[in-house]
């Protein structure tokens, strides 16, 4: 299992302003920084890190090494969130080593690399994701029968626009497979992660009032509303997903910075 080595203090949705380094001693690199909000560090193998290895700042002089998790100089604590799960976990690099040859691409090439790494992740990769938001709809659709609450007009049209929301989702997925189109990958990051958190939303309306309470454990649907909160957020915010439609899209002038 592998996780995922980006986002830092610092570096969040920004992320060429990562300063986790390695330098080579010998025939190994020695990796000192940290990472932040990596989704299940705690029981990962290996990590993929963005780290800088050369000159340059921003863009330039990164790598993408892949570490072994197993191994003195790795601490990974976990970030306990809102649902009571840690998912998401801190890991500190303290001195970790990995072999001087387990680079993806070349040296200083790693922002390239994190970038098609990215474009999947947020792209074609979400067609697996789909099967589960299926499963999910159904399982509320379902409730929402049993319980009678399609009676309100305005539930009924959520749910029916959350199912053409789907099967919108699935047809960008499907029609951009494969696609180097610019732009894709982050018209499917706003898709699915707007979506899911609407679906978050649309189950505590199914639920109604039994949403404000529990017995001292979250129910399901629960779970789903909270954690789904994050989906804009992680893996480029929708804000950032945004940015790069208009830029380099639709070509409008770069957001000012500071």
Same mark, same amino acid.
């Given at each position: 299992?592998?996780?995922?080595?980006?986002?830092?203090?610092?570096?969040?949705?920004?992320?060429?302003?990562? @300063?986790? @380094?390695?330098?080579?001693?010998?025939?190994?690199?020695?990796?000192? !920084? &940290?990472?932040?909000?990596? @989704?299940?560090?705690?029981?990962?193998?290996?990590?993929?890190?963005?780290?800088?290895?050369? &000159?340059?700042?921003?863009?330039?002089?990164?790598?993408?090494?892949?570490?072994?998790?197993?191994?003195?100089?790795?601490?990974?604590?976990?970030?306990? &969130?809102?649902?009571?799960?840690?998912?998401?976990?801190?890991?500190?690099?303290?001195?970790?080593?990995?072999?001087?040859?387990?680079?993806?691409?070349?040296?200083?090439?790693?922002?390239?690399?994190?970038?098609?790494?990215?474009?999947?992740?947020?792209?074609?990769?979400?067609?697996?994701?789909?099967?589960?938001?299926?499963?999910?709809?159904?399982?509320?659709?379902?409730?929402?029968?049993?319980?009678?609450?399609?009676?309100?007009?305005?539930?009924?049209?959520?749910?029916?626009?959350?199912?053409?929301?789907?099967?919108?989702?699935?047809?960008?997925?499907?029609?951009?497979? !494969?696609?180097?189109?610019?732009?894709?990958?982050?018209?499917?990051?706003?898709?699915?992660?707007?979506?899911?958190?609407?679906? !978050?939303?649309?189950?505590?309306?199914?639920?109604?009032?039994?949403?404000?309470?529990?017995? !001292?454990?979250?129910?399901?649907? &629960?779970?789903?509303?909270?954690?789904?909160?994050?989906?804009?957020?992680?893996?480029?915010?929708?804000?950032?997903?945004?940015?790069?439609?208009?830029?380099?899209?639709?070509?409008?002038?770069?957001?000012?910075?500071?």
């Amino acid at each position: 299992m592998w996780c995922q080595g980006y986002s830092e203090p610092g570096a969040g949705s920004d992320l060429a302003a990562v @300063s986790t @380094s390695a330098e080579l001693d010998g025939d190994q690199w020695v990796i000192t !920084g &940290q990472k932040v909000w990596t @989704s299940f560090a705690h029981v990962a193998d290996w990590c993929f890190v963005l780290a800088r290895t050369g &000159q340059g700042t921003r863009h330039h002089g990164l790598s993408y090494l892949l570490v072994p998790m197993d191994q003195p100089g790795v601490e990974v604590r976990p970030i306990v &969130q809102l649902t009571g799960n840690a998912e998401f976990n801190e890991v500190f690099f303290d001195g970790a080593r990995t072999a001087a040859d387990l680079v993806v691409g070349e040296p200083g090439d790693g922002w390239r690399v994190a970038m098609g790494t990215l474009a999947f992740e947020r792209g074609v990769a979400t067609i697996g994701t789909q099967v589960g938001f299926r499963r999910e709809l159904d399982a509320l659709t379902d409730l929402a029968v049993r319980t009678g609450v399609t009676a309100d007009s305005g539930l009924a049209e959520r749910l029916t626009k959350a199912r053409i929301g789907l099967e919108v989702m699935r047809a960008h997925a499907l029609r951009t497979l !494969g696609s180097a189109e610019p732009g894709a990958a982050s018209v499917a990051k706003l898709l699915w992660s707007t979506w899911h958190r609407g679906l !978050g939303e649309l189950a505590m309306d199914v639920l109604g009032a039994a949403s404000l309470t529990h017995d !001292g454990d979250l129910g399901p649907w &629960q779970r789903l509303f909270l954690f789904s909160r994050a989906d804009t957020i992680y893996g480029g915010s929708s804000e950032i997903q945004r940015n790069i439609i208009a830029e380099r899209v639709l070509g409008l002038p770069r957001e000012p910075k500071g």
